[in-house]
Nanobody, 128 residues
Framework: QVQLVESGGGLVQAGGSLRLSCAAS????????MGWFRQAPGKERDCVTG????????YYADSVKGRFTISRDNAKNTVYLQMNSLKPEDTAVYYC?????????????????????WGQGTQVTVSS
């Protein structure tokens, strides 16, 4: 079983940037699809972005396209989320997630994704 720990959250002004990290342990992630979800107060947890096991395919929710970038370093067992041009509406708890597969997921799959492994989350707050 893989354990996930997020870091890098914090308070940033609108227009600023943050880089989140997700460190995995217990298993190597080179056979896992990885992703980032977020949940704002009173809202559902939604998939923001996903990446397949070898990094060859990515998914982004429309709300973050062109601003967020997911990447992975399988040698370091770590996944990253670079967030640029942050907006107040990006304020949420961000969760790292994983599912064991070496396949490629469609956008529709990521949109409805329910991975089995989760981190505990890191708070991102964007002030206006």
């Amino acid at each position: 079983q893989v354990q996930l720990v997020e870091s890098g959250g914090g308070l940033v002004q609108a227009g600023g940037s943050l880089r989140l990290s997700c460190a995995a342990s217990g298993r190597t992630i080179n056979s896992y699809a990885m992703g980032w979800f977020r949940q704002a107060p009173g809202k559902e947890r939604d998939c923001v972005t996903g990446i397949n096991s070898n990094g060859g395919r990515t998914y982004y929710a429309d709300s973050v396209k062109g601003r967020f970038t997911i990447s992975r370093d399988n040698a370091k067992n770590t996944v990253y989320l670079q967030m640029n041009s942050l907006k107040p509406e990006d304020t949420a708890v961000y969760y790292c997630a994983a599912e064991q597969t070496v396949g490629y997921y469609s956008d529709a799959y990521y949109y409805n994704w329910a991975p089995p492994y989760w981190g505990q989350g890191t708070q991102v707050t964007v002030s206006s």
